[in-house]
């Protein structure tokens, strides 16, 4: 059971716009920063999202990412068949003293 | 550019041990916190373990306490987890990653994973 709770699965049609919520503590997403995650079948984890609502370069602005309060979601506009994949939220954990994630989303693409 | 590349994975038996390696590379190592994270095959991603740059401070997962020992060479660019008692539950891909910003955030970037099987 993971400390961070995702919906299992999310789906949407291509162009559409789609949200995966994430939901936390105050020990974690309520005083910490909120990370997020694309992984590809067989592949390691990429960085999406970062310090809640930062792309890092080369990742496109359809992806976006907010937080409030204990929670936190990730939307994702003009969607495409190749942004199937599994997505994860993480954050540090001020009472494990580490990082925890969330058991992942996997988003489907109709 | 950030590389990290694990290495030591395989096949061991239950309560056997095994060392992982991380070689890292396109960044000042030594300035950098590191962590373990590890996924079991169809599951999600798991915490291990995190090292402090100067190696001053550590942390595991209550899953592993006890049981792994995270270290790092700095003047090698290198990572480690030393891995004894192990269960069938730590078969899973095991990643080591890193974070430029501050060590206690998630990780920013990643390795390619090694993978580790533990059965009879």
């Known amino acids: 059971q993971s400390v961070l709770t995702q919906p299992p699965s999310a789906s949407g049609t291509p162009g559409q716009r789609v949200t995966i919520s994430c939901s936390g503590s105050?020990?974690?997403?309520?005083?910490?920063?909120v990370y997020w995650y694309q992984q590809l079948p067989g592949t390691a984890p990429k960085l999406l999202i970062y310090?809640?609502?930062q792309r890092p370069s080369g990742v496109p602005d359809r992806f976006s990412g907010s937080k409030s309060g204990t929670s936190a979601s990730l939307a994702i506009s003009g969607l495409r068949s190749d942004d199937e994949a599994d997505y994860y939220c993480a954050a540090w954990d001020d009472s494990l003293s580490g990082v925890v994630f969330g058991g992942g989303t996997k988003l489907t693409v109709l | 550019e950030v590389q990290l590349v694990e290495s030591g994975g395989g096949l061991v038996q239950p309560g056997g041990s095994l060392r992982l390696s991380c070689a890292a590379s396109g960044f000042p190592f030594s300035g950098y916190e590191m962590k373990w994270v590890r996924q079991a095959p169809g599951k999600g991603l798991e915490w291990v373990s995190y090292i402090s740059s100067s190696s001053d401070r550590t942390n595991y997962a209550d899953s592993v306490k006890g049981r792994f020992t995270i270290s790092r060479d700095n003047a090698k660019n290198s990572l480690y987890l030393q891995m004894n008692r192990l269960r069938a539950e730590d078969t899973a891909v095991y990643y080591c990653?890193?974070?430029?910003?501050?060590?206690?955030?998630?990780?920013?970037?990643w390795g390619q994973g090694t993978l580790v099987t533990v059965s009879s």
């Open positions: 990653a890193t974070n430029s910003f501050s060590e206690w955030e998630p990780p920013e970037s």
């Open positions: 310090r809640n609502n």
């Open positions: 105050s020990s974690n997403i309520g005083s910490n920063y």
